[in-house]
Each structure stands twice: as structure tokens, then as C-alpha cells.
């Protein structure tokens, strides 16, 4: 545990100088974790809602779920920015954004992360305008998976490239202290981050970004169903914990009526 605290301008400061360090956290134990390995920024993500809660996607995931898991990450005090994913549909207006937000913040969230830019644009300034920090979300965007049909790489096309671009400046613009650059293509993730003031997160984005974000259960191999090719776990922790629960389950005594 560091003894500083993170803040959103901390965060923001390392760009050019350090690389940020982030992953997801969805609970008490998992907080501390991060927190006991130097973890600059923490996202309690609406990934939870596939690797936690067991849904399909995260457009499931609602604002009480979200707050019940920001609660139990801020009750581990890490020294690192906690920061919470709005959920889909909570932000469809400015003031559904603001007030969606404000239960995030409410719960022990010291930031929150939207997906969009332009298209979201009143909702984000209304946010930054009542002092809650937050962070963009670009790229491949996952509350979109259904409109969308999958989960697609970002950035292979001039139009896609330009839009990108676009959008990470409104997001500078309009006062983010970074960005979550997702499946984008290498080179554009590189460009935006040398066009933008504002530090670059990337997942599954290449290695020139300002730092790099993973869900922490693909990192340490215990995401129940898959593992995205971007994340190549040293070891499979499921594994490690299944031969544990089976030994345990291996040696229990059996009962006295089937002793001899
Ligand atoms: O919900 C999430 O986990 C995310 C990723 C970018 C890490 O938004």
C-alpha cells in the first residue's frame, strides 16, 4: 500500500512520465489486493456483470448492482482511485447522467467512466460541470455489444480512424482525465495518444498507450467462462484453485458408518 492517494490529477500527471496500472476490481478481497500491489487505479467495471454476476454481457448490469460493488471495493480503502463504470442506460440525459453518477460517487466511487464521446457529449458535460471526475471509454464499446452484433476490433478504416481521433479530443475537451482505449488497432491507439494531452488507458489496444487496463480475473486465469487473446495469464489460477477445493473435498473423513 502506497502512502499517497491517488487522485484524478495524479492520474492524469503520468502521462509521459510513468505508465498507469489499471484493473478491475469487483469486491472487498480483490481491492486489497490491488491495493497491497501498488495499484494506481482501480475500476469496479460492469464487466462484473459477466465475470461476477454470470450474465451474458453488461448491458444487464444495473446502477443498485454497481453500487453494491462500488460499497464493498471503498470499504478496502485502497490507495488507489476508485473509479465505477455507469451502467447502460443510466445515462441517457444530462440530468439522468448527473444523478446516476452521484449514487456511484455516493457509494464510494471517486470517479466514473462512460462509454462514448460525442454522442454523449451534454450527459458528459453535466457530469464534469457538478465536479464529479471522469473517464472516457473508446473503441470497442461493450455496452453496444447488441446493437452491434460482437465484439469488434475499432480503428481498421479511415472513417473509423477519424471518428476515434474525434472523439478522444471532445473527450480532453470536455475534461476527462483519460481514456480507455478498447480494441483498437495499434497504430491508431499510438496516434491518439501523441494527439491528446490526456493519458490513454488501453485494452487489447497495443502497447503505445499511456498505461494499460485488464479485468483482473482474466489476468490471474480465473474468468469462469473465456479468456480474451489480448490477456496471456502466466498461469491459470483456476486451475491452481480447483486442485485445492478437490484435495480438500479428497480428505474429508468419511462417515463412521462407512469406516470399516
Ligand atoms: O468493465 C470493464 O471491465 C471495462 C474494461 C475496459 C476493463 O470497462
Redesign the pocket.
Known amino acids: 500500500m502506497s502512502e499517497t492517494r491517488e487522485t484524478p490529477q495524479t492520474i492524469l500527471q503520468r502521462k509521459g512520465r510513468e505508465p498507469i496500472a489499471?484493473l478491475?476490481a469487483y469486491d472487498f478481497p480483490m481491492a486489497k489486493l490491488l491495493d497491497d500491489a501498488g495499484v494506481p487505479l482501480l475500476?469496479v467495471?460492469?464487466?462484473?456483470g459477466m465475470v461476477v454476476l454470470g450474465y451474458p454481457d453488461?448491458t444487464l448490469v444495473t446502477l443498485d448492482e454497481m453500487a453494491h460493488h462500488v460499497r464493498a471495493v471503498a470499504r478496502a480503502k485502497p490507495s488507489g482511485l476508485i473509479a465505477a463504470?455507469l451502467p447502460f442506460k443510466t445515462y441517457e440525459t444530462p440530468s439522468q447522467a448527473v444523478e446516476s453518477a452521484k449514487r456511484l460517487i455516493d457509494a464510494g466511487a471517486e470517479a466514473v467512466?462512460a462509454?462514448g464521446a460525442q454522442a454523449i457529449l451534454p450527459q458528459l458535460e453535466a457530469i464534469h460541470a457538478v465536479g464529479i471526475p471522469f473517464l472516457g471509454?473508446l473503441g470497442m464499446l461493450?455496452q453496444h455489444v447488441l446493437e452491434e452484433g460482437g465484439y469488434r476490433i475499432k480503428g481498421r478504416d479511415e472513417a473509423e480512424r477519424g471518428a476515434l481521433l474525434a472523439d478522444a479530443r471532445a473527450l480532453g475537451q470536455a475534461g476527462a482525465f483519460g481514456i480507455?482505449l478498447?480494441l483498437v488497432t495499434p497504430s491508431v491507439a499510438a496516434e491518439i495518444t501523441a494527439a491528446i494531452d490526456i493519458p490513454t488507458i488501453g485494452?487489447g489496444s497495443g502497447s503505445d498507450c499511456d498505461g494499460q487496463?485488464?479485468?483482473t480475473t482474466d489476468l490471474l486465469g480465473t474468468s469462469p467462462d473465456f479468456i480474451p487473446k489480448h490477456v496471456r495469464p502466466d498461469e491459470l489460477l483456476r486451475e491452481r484453485m480447483l486442485g485445492i477445493i478437490r484435495g480438500w473435498r479428497e480428505t474429508l473423513p468419511k462417515p463412521s458408518a462407512t469406516r470399516e
Open positions: 489499471a478491475t475500476l467495471g460492469d464487466s462484473l453488461t463504470d467512466k462509454e471509454h461493450p480507455v478498447e485494452i487496463i485488464l479485468v
